[in-house]
T-cell receptor, first 115, second 112 residues
Framework: GQQLNQSPQSMFIQEGEDVSMNCTSS?????WLWYKQDPGEGPVLLIA?????ELTSNGRLTAQFGITRKDSFLNISASIPSDVGIYFC???????????????FGKGTKLSVKP | DGGITQSPKYLFRKEGQNVTLSCEQN?????MYWYRQDPGQGLRLIYY???????QKGDIAEGYSVSREKKESFPLTVTSAQKNPTAFYLC???????????FGDGTRLSIL
């Protein structure tokens, strides 16, 4: 099936640091979504992107839909302890109908607090 | 409050047993989805339904079955044919296909 490459797999944050993660694919996507998942809970939608080049913010979070439509990044500025968790990117392939409207998920970036 | 409710939170299955996971939404969404999540993995699609009385297999449908008799309900049955059922199961819905999906809080299934 289709693959999304999400990196880094994990990272440690210190309060106040900026964080950056990205997703890339060989396929062109119609939509990019970013989710955050806390342990034992379902993913929560953070940001949705619909147009190539689009830059969208949600508080301290900023995400961009890559110009080539094959990548997206998420930045977290001035991180705080409650930012820890797993962040997933998800892309929807171009076209509708059949399975085209379904999401493809990256494997996640796990944010932990620096010891 | 509008949302997606999954139950139970934890479920145990004996060998050879079928178990059913519940998913209910009161968001009036047309599309519903079931995913399986294993440690360190992304979400893998089991089944999806774009409208009542219709559903399609996802990437890993073997050993699972679903029904969509009502718009708000999309139960998943893990059958005895699923040899490795231990996982975290997530249900999601979207207003229609292709729109952002919203998730329930999951059911963790374990083998006794």
């Amino acid at each position: 099936g289709q693959q999304l490459n999400q990196s880094p797999q994990s990272m440690f944050i210190q309060e106040g640091e900026d964080v950056s993660m990205n997703c890339t694919s060989s396929s062109i996507f119609n939509t990019w979504l970013w989710y955050k998942q806390d342990p034992g809970e379902g993913p929560v939608l953070l940001i949705a992107l619909y147009k190539a080049g689009e830059l969208t913010s949600n508080g301290r979070l900023t995400a961009q839909f890559g110009i080539t439509r094959k990548d997206s990044f998420l930045n977290i500025s001035a991180s705080i302890p409650s930012d820890v968790g797993i962040y997933f990117c998800a892309g929807q392939l171009s076209g509708y109908g059949g399975s085209q409207g379904n999401l493809i998920f990256g494997k996640g970036t796990k944010l932990s607090v620096k010891p | 409050d509008g949302g997606i409710t999954q139950s139970p939170k934890y479920l145990f299955r004996k060998e050879g047993q079928n178990v059913t996971l519940s998913c209910e939404q009161n968001l009036n969404h047309d599309a519903m989805y079931w995913y399986r999540q294993d440690p360190g993995q992304g979400l893998r699609l089991i089944y999806y339904s774009q409208i009542v009385n219709d559903f399609q297999k996802g990437d890993i449908a073997e050993g699972y079955s679903v029904s969509r008799e009502k718009k708000e309900s999309f139960p998943l049955t893990v059958t005895s044919a699923q040899k490795n059922p231990t996982a975290f199961y997530l249900c999601a819905s979207s207003i229609w296909e292709g729109q952002p999906q919203h998730f329930g809080d999951g059911t963790r299934l374990s083998i006794l």
